[in-house]
């Protein structure tokens, strides 16, 4: 019987032939709904990796404090140093020198300013973490981005 339907077109025949065509068109087309669920799902397993990786790293918090401090206190010791200087040179009869070394200062705590953007962003912007890396990687990598 279900030969014979398919040859003559019985509804039930149309009905499958119908459905069969519309879920192949369904699967050719990536609806704007279907691009959000899946940049919704994208974004939860970022975050949980980065939860669970931050949960199998506690013994190295330690480490990583450290490591932040020591970069935030050296561009911040750069960065006073150059304002220092800037304002010493304003006072001063030859001020070229000072201007000069203000400006290699400055030019390396402007260096240094991707690894601050990547430890700000890891202590409180974790969800945005990937944006943020990639910026300072331009950043690293004298790209503008």
Not at 76 to 101: C, H, R, T
């Amino acid at each position: 019987m279900g030969i014979l339907g398919k040859i003559f077109g019985t509804d039930d025949a149309i009905n499958k032939t119908i459905d069969l065509a519309a879920r192949g068109i369904d699967a050719l087309v990536y609806t704007d709904e279907e691009k959000s669920v899946d940049a919704a799902k994208s974004r939860t397993e970022a975050r949980t990796m980065i939860i669970k990786w931050m949960e199998s790293t506690q013994g190295q918090n330690l480490a990583r404090r450290f490591i932040a401090l020591s970069i935030t206190c050296v561009w911040l010791l750069q960065y006073l140093m150059a304002m220092i200087g800037s304002m010493i040179a304003v006072w001063v009869d030859n001020p070229d020198k000072w201007i000069e070394s203000v400006k290699v200062i400055g030019d390396y705590a402007e260096n240094m300013n991707g690894a601050m953007m990547l430890i700000l962003a890891f202590y409180f912007a974790a969800p945005h973490m990937g944006d943020i890396a990639a910026a300072a990687m331009d950043k690293f990598s004298g790209r503008k981005g």
